[in-house]
């Protein structure tokens, strides 16, 4: 990454990379998804309502070509350069956010969750989050508070609920609305517009969340969550299940970065 790009992640929380998945990577990246969609078991997750996907988690270690994506050296090498060390695939999911039935997700800090339900000591951690379809104003962007992850945590509510609730459109920590009027007051509410392949990474503590997707049109998104080898999770009482919260710091192996195409990745 250049200068000038770290120099605008760490003054907003964010960075937009348009176009950084080709035509044809997205091609085997979509391939897969009917697959993992069709997958009945805990790591799916269900709209409440219409019963149609929500989320799938941790997909990296049961599938070949998401587990080759987490390894790309285009986003390994950004992930290790912004957080200073190496990286591991902490949380791995894919947010379907369907056309006409997809809900919101909350606003909300990641680090909230990743701090209190997994014990990560601090938010040296990151999230890529590739557009798998283009993004508009109607099928439900990410917004985020631009410059909030310097503002630490806010202060929420707390809903009586297991690790589920932290998939569910009723999200476990509810933010207060006092604090994040404030902040959207002090800073503002931005809602990056992209084409399909683009990638969004963002800081672990910026406040973000999504609408409901209003559109014809769905929204999928993969994300992938990077954490500093030296941020070692400390232990908790009942951890969330591994593939949603990987208690594993191995930093990641690089293969080559046109493996999702060249169909044999060296690692």
């Known amino acids: 990454m250049t ?3 770290v120099e605008r992640y760490e003054e907003d929380g964010y960075l937009l990379l348009p176009r950084y998945v080709d035509r044809a990577e997205l091609d085997v990246l979509r391939g897969e998804l009917p697959v993992v969609f069709a997958e009945d078991s805990p790591r799916r997750v269900l709209e409440e309502g219409s019963g149609v996907v929500r989320g799938v ?15 790309l050296p285009r986003l390994v090498e950004p992930a290790r350069q912004l957080l200073g060390s190496d990286v591991h695939v902490f949380q791995f999911k894919i947010n379907a956010k369907l056309a006409l039935v997809g809900e919101v997700w909350e606003w909300h800090q990641d680090y909230r969750f990743w701090r209190d339900e997994d014990g990560m000591p601090t938010d040296r951690a990151l999230s890529a989050a590739i ?39 009723k999200l476990k920590y509810s933010l207060r609305v006092e604090a994040l009027a404030s902040a959207a007051k002090q800073r503002g509410i931005v809602a990056p517009k992209a084409p399909a392949g683009s990638v969004l990474l963002f800081h672990s503590s910026i406040l973000h969340g999504s609408g409901p997707n209003m559109s014809p049109d769905n929204r999928t998104m993969v994300l992938i969550s990077y954490n500093s080898v030296e941020n070692r999770l400390r232990d908790v009482p009942d951890p969330r299940p591994g593939f949603l919260a990987s208690r594993i710091p191995d930093p990641v192996l690089t293969v080559d970065d046109d493996a999702l195409v060249a169909g044999f990745p060296r690692v």
């Open 3 to 5: 200068e000038e790009q």
């Open 57 to 71: 988690h941790g997909v990296h270690e049961t599938n070949s070509v998401f587990r080759t994506l987490v390894r």
């Open 131 to 169: 557009l798998m379809d283009d993004v508009d104003e109607f099928n439900g962007p990410l917004m985020f508070v631009p410059g909030s992850h310097r503002d630490g945590l806010c202060a929420v509510d707390t809903r009586d609920a297991d690790w589920t609730g932290t998939l569910t459109s």
